[in-house]
Structures are given as C-alpha cells and as structure tokens.
C-alpha cells in the first residue's frame, strides 16, 4: 500500500512540476529498490514488507536532521532549507508521530507489561516498542526516556 501511495505521489508531482517533491520520492523510491534486490537474497520475492519501508524512511529522515546540524555549523543554510523540506515530504508518508508524553507514556506502559526492572532488560523494552510503534516512535528518544525509567 505505502509503495501505491509513493508511486502515485511521483506521478502528481510530475504533474505539478513540484522539483522538490519529484526528486525527494524519487530518492525513496531508489532506496526501496535498493532494499528489495537486497531482500531478494534473503528469499523476500515480494520486496520489503511497510514496517520495513517506515523503518527506511524513518533513518532517511534522521540522516537528513543530522545534515542540517552539519549544514547549519557549516553556515550552508541553504542545503539545510532543502534537507528540510525533503524532511516534510519523507513525512507525508509517515504516520501520525507518538508527541514526547505520548513517547514515554509508551515506553512507561511496556517496561511494566514486561515486568522490566533494570537496564538488562533494555533490548527487550526497546524490540517490542519497534514491533507496536514502527513509524511511529522516533526510537532514539525512545532508547533514552527508556534507559532514564530503567534507572539508567
């Protein structure tokens, strides 16, 4: 479905001669394929599932906001503006992100279903919050509000 939807966002920003947009799905849609081949040796003859494809386009965007920290020390503001909006187009096809309370609310509530005491239980915490919240969560907040209610 979320392949259909990035698809069919190409073709109407080729339509609306939307450069920006153009270029930046297009460099998600070269990922993706990228992935794909690489999944084909691991027997994924259909290509990488969605969660796959929002975990994907979740680095994307995080290495996006670690080249406007690098932009913006550099004093290049203008890639930074274009990493940017490259940002708010990768997040049309995200959804709806947890905000902070709903974050460590999130992450409050698996440490006590799991019965989590201690930051040996860390892993365990984190993999079941990628398996409910994949696309959702931003996991490196995650890893530290977890790691803060885990005594860390």
């Known amino acids: 479905m979320l392949r259909a939807r ?10 609306a001669k939307d450069a920006r947009t ?3 799905v297009r ?5 993706l394929k990228d992935r794909d081949i690489a999944g084909r040796t691991k027997g994924q003859t259909d290509g990488i599932s969605d969660d796959e494809i929002l975990q994907m386009l979740q ?10 920290a690098l932009y913006e020390q550099g004093g290049r503001l203008e890639l930074a ?3 940017a909006e490259e940002i708010e ?3 049309r096809f995200l959804p709806k992100q947890l905000t902070d309370e709903e974050l460590a609310q ?5 440490i006590a279903e799991l019965g989590a005491g201690g930051l040996k239980d860390m892993g365990r915490v984190m993999a079941t919050l990628r398996e409910r919240f994949a696309g959702r969560m931003d996991f490196a907040k995650a890893s530290a509000v977890a790691k803060r209610q885990l005594g860390g």
Request: glycine share 0%; hydrophobic share 50%; charged share 25%.
């Open 81 to 83: 503006q274009q990493e």
């Open 27 to 31: 460099l998600i849609l070269a990922a």
């Open 106 to 110: 999130s992450v409050a509530d698996t």
């Open 22 to 24: 153009v270029s930046t």
């Open 59 to 68: 680095s994307m965007m995080k290495q996006r906001r670690e080249s406007i």
């Open 6 to 15: 990035l698809n069919d966002s190409l073709k109407a920003a080729m339509l």
């Open 89 to 91: 187009i990768i997040e």
